[in-house]
């Protein structure tokens, strides 16, 4: 029961730009302490930050095997193998003995030797094989016609040796040898191997079966049509992009036109002895384009783009994802020049040794270890362009950033207004609107979103409008668009009074402590209509972008994520679950302000935590200094608490009147608010 605490709503900016929600959005972009395999947590999707639009379907287009691989040449070369082994068998056995042997009673056979017929036998054991010099009728046939020459039969244990005697009187080639000796030597070894053959094919089917099933992968092939998984880089992936669908990042384009340039005409490089760049790594939050970008630069050079998220490489079984590496390559390699594009390279990059990683730390380290030879052996001039993206630079083996390597970065970072302005230009190209739709008024009301939620406003304003039956998109369907993608989908849910009236006052709690907060974000809307998993939700931007944040900023977004937490232990006494999301943010806040961004006395001016806020693996800190860090953070948020509880206290008028009017009208939009508030709107918001 969470009593207007929890949001699901996506923000996941990156920490240093709380810049939406107030109170009690988790930040799923960069996860609080309850995910172990940050940054994702959605189950269905382990591959992608919650929040991102969903791209699931587009995924799966690209097949179960993911970045547009299908297995295609191990698959065959399997299958020959199979067919040339039962073919040599199937040889051997039949063909090599020339004529079928007929079996014939032991008496036939002395009768055939007496009449001087034999030309030559085997014998090994009782088994005695031969050819006649004239060929007989086959006995106990009727079919007169049925001739045979090479025949077989069973000495008796009673039979004399006479019959010897008489053969070498009458000429006759004896020899004894292995029987089965007449199949040659290679169709024996291929007979004797063909059990081993056909257990360790089976063995391997089961294998990929189970692999396949680990990794969720569906896609056709049937059991052994993914043999090995090994993946062969189809027709690189045709869905094509150029600088013309990448907006708003203008910089980055220009930082990479020299890769587009290079990939043109490697040649000119070479003529140059000049050293090309093997690896780009492009960094920065989900959905702000890397994918889009990498797709881009080979649209504009016009080259093969292979693509895969690292995570396909890993595998139950070792060593698989590193064979699968050596075929991306090579196969990049003979359509030179090209561009190889490895999706979330964190997942098999993060440094060895840390933390817990998806499958083995073997396997990781094995795909790993390929990847890094296989770009120690570009030659440089062969023109292919590794390009690998992640959101989680910071954790990066630092064996992947040296030279040779993914020795350039490039930081993609979430569009400015401008940049917003050109996203949405783009994404509506195809889209009808009003004349009334004003795409910088978006942009205005959209600070901090990437280009993927962006391109996911335009998708759900669409929709509203299709399903309005309107033959424009207008500014209207932009608002409520907006307002679905902020709070999340309406949840129609009857909450009983009680509960309403609690939520109204925490939510009360998290809104008036934002309007009163000098500096603080204003405050957008409030709702106690349930949305997602939230009971209710209060969100605030900031008026225009805003890249830095100072302490005082960040206390106010503590003591704001506090206020739902501080204005039900005023009000009614007691706290409640609800708090948990703001809790988690509140924690995630007041870390950073002491672990990375140098904010307490106490601990000074040290980064200590990584990026994710979340402890290091032993690598820079002792742990003393964890524990100041923990109780500089204490001490931080109980202040900020104090202060929420004192401010709430002090304007329990503003408070109660807020709570009611949320009560009743459930929605309040920020004019509402800051009147219902009583609080005047234009208090000074500085940045
Ligand atoms: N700068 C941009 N210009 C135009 N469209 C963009 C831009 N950034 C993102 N988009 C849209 O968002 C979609 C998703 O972006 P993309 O997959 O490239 O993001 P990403 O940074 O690779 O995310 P992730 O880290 O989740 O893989 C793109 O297909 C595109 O429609
Ligand atoms: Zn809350």
Avoid at 301 to 319: H, L, Q, T
Avoid at 474 to 498: C, I, N, W
Wanted: aromatic letters at 6%; one cysteine or more.
């Amino acid at each position: 029961m969470r009593t207007g605490g929890l949001s699901d709503v996506p923000s996941k900016r990156p920490a240093p730009q709380p810049s939406e929600a107030r109170a009690h959005r988790p930040d799923p972009g960069e996860p609080g302490r309850r995910q172990s395999v940050p940054p994702r947590s959605d189950p269905e999707q382990p591959w992608r930050a919650e929040g991102v639009p969903d791209r699931r379907p587009e995924r799966k287009a690209r097949g179960g095997f993911g970045g547009g691989w299908r297995p295609r040449r191990n698959t065959s070369l399997f299958w020959l193998l199979l067919l040339v082994v039962f073919g040599l068998s199937y040889v051997s056995m039949h063909v090599t003995g020339k004529q079928e042997k007929v079996t014939i009673p032991y008496t036939a056979f002395t009768q055939q030797v007496s009449a001087g017929n034999v030309k030559d036998v085997y014998t090994k054991g009782y088994q005695i094989q031969g050819k006649l010099k004239n060929a007989q009728q086959v006995p106990g046939q009727d079919n007169a016609k049925k001739t045979y020459t090479a025949f077989e039969t069973l000495r008796p244990a009673f039979a004399d040796d006479k019959i010897f005697t008489e053969m070498v009187r009458k000429g006759v080639q004896v020899e004894a040898k292995p029987v089965s000796e007449d199949r040659g030597f290679l169709a024996n070894l291929l007979l004797s191997l063909l059990p081993t053959l056909l257990f360790v094919g089976l063995w391997i089917g089961v294998m990929v079966w189970l692999q396949r099933r680990m990794a969720g992968g569906g896609g056709g092939g049937g059991i052994m049509g993914g043999f090995g998984r090994s993946p062969k880089p189809v027709a690189p992936d045709d869905k094509r992009a150029t600088f013309a669908d990448v907006a708003g990042i203008d910089e980055v384009e220009a930082e990479l036109s020299e890769i587009v340039d290079f990939l043109k005409d490697p040649g000119k490089y070479r003529r140059m002895g000049a050293r090309v760049p093997r690896g780009v790594l492009l960094t920065g939050s989900p959905g702000t384009g890397k994918t889009l970008l990498a797709r881009a630069v080979a649209g504009e050079a016009d080259v093969p783009f292979y693509s895969a998220a690292a995570s396909e490489f890993i595998e139950m079984v070792v060593g698989v994802g590193a064979a699968r590496v050596r075929e991306l390559f090579t196969e990049a390699r003979k359509t030179a020049p090209s561009i190889i594009f490895i999706d979330e390279i964190d997942t098999i990059g993060r440094t060895r040794g840390s933390g817990a990683s998806m499958g083995g730390h073997d396997e990781r380290e094995q795909t790993l270890n390929q990847i890094l030879t296989e770009m120690d052996g570009f030659s440089g001039s062969e023109g292919v362009v590794v390009i690998a993206a992640t959101n989680r630079p910071d954790i990066l083996d630092a064996a992947l950033l040296r030279p040779g390597r993914f020795d350039r970065q490039v930081a993609v970072s979430p569009p400015d207004l401008d940049g917003r302005v050109e996203i949405l230009r783009v994404h509506t190209r195809e889209v009808p609107l009003s004349a009334g739709a004003d795409l910088t008024a978006v942009a205005k009301m959209t600070p901090g979103m990437t280009g993927a939620e962006l391109a996911n406003l335009v998708n759900e304003a669409a929709l509203l409008a299709v399903k309005r039956e309107k033959g424009a998109v207008d500014m209207a369907d932009f608002h409520t668009a907006l307002e679905k993608v902020q709070l999340g989908t309406r949840r129609s849910l009857v909450m009983p009074y009680e509960e309403r009236r609690r939520t109204s006052y925490h939510e009360s709690g998290h809104g008036l402590l934002g309007m009163l907060q000098p500096g603080a974000d204003p405050v957008r809307k409030i709702t106690i209509v349930p949305h997602g998993r939230a009971l209710g939700v209060t969100v605030s931007t900031p008026e225009g972008d805003r890249y830095a944040y100072d302490e005082r900023y960040l206390r106010g977004r503590i003591i704001g994520a506090l206020g739902g937490m501080a204005a039900e232990e005023l009000v009614f006494g007691v706290i409640t679950t609800g708090s948990e999301s703001d809790l988690e943010q509140v924690t995630k806040i007041a870390r950073g302000m002491v672990g990375r961004w140098g904010m307490s006395q106490k601990v000074g001016p040290l980064s200590i935590l990584p990026a994710d806020g979340m402890d290091p693996m032993g690598q820079y800190a002792a742990q003393g200094t964890l524990d100041a860090v923990d109780l500089e953070a204490r001490r931080i948020v109980d202040e900020c608490y104090a202060e929420a509880l004192q401010t709430l206290r002090a304007n329990r008028d503003k408070l109660d009147s807020l709570a009611a009017t949320l009560l009743a009208e459930e929605t309040l939009d920020e004019e509402a608010a800051y009147a219902a508030a009583g609080v005047d709107r234009t208090v000074p918001t500085t940045g």
